[in-house]
Nanobody
């Protein structure tokens, strides 16, 4: 059984930083893309950032220059360093991984930015 366990969310003041982690465990082979999505209250889930197995990254325009995604393939872990947070970043953040024939989601971690 594959599990994605996120951590690192919480309450932070505007301008602050948080680092999210997502550890993938279980029987899984060759993860292609690892990524982070978020869903704010009353809004649809949206892409935040993705990273390929080769290290290519993709960011939503709203987080470019502030967030950095990285991954440790040996540990099946993906990270999201979030700097200069603002109230618009408040959301539940979800880890996502996919490869050939599979896609998995984490349970989500709450990030709340107070102004």
């Amino acid at each position: 059984q594959v599990q994605l366990v996120e951590s690192g969310g919480g309450l932070v003041q505007a301008g602050g930083s948080l680092r999210l982690s997502c550890v993938v465990s279980g029987s899984i082979f060759s993860i292609n893309i690892m990524g982070w999505y978020r869903q704010a209250p009353g809004k649809q889930r949206e892409l935040v950032a993705t990273i390929s197995s080769g290290g290519s990254t993709n960011y939503a325009d709203s987080v470019k220059g502030r967030f950095t995604i990285s991954r440790d393939n040996a540990k099946n872990t993906v990270y999201l360093q979030m700097n200069s947070l603002n109230s618009k970043d408040t959301a539940v953040y979800y880890c996502n991984v996919w490869g050939v024939g599979f896609e998995y989601w984490g349970q989500g971690t709450q990030v709340t930015v107070s102004s």
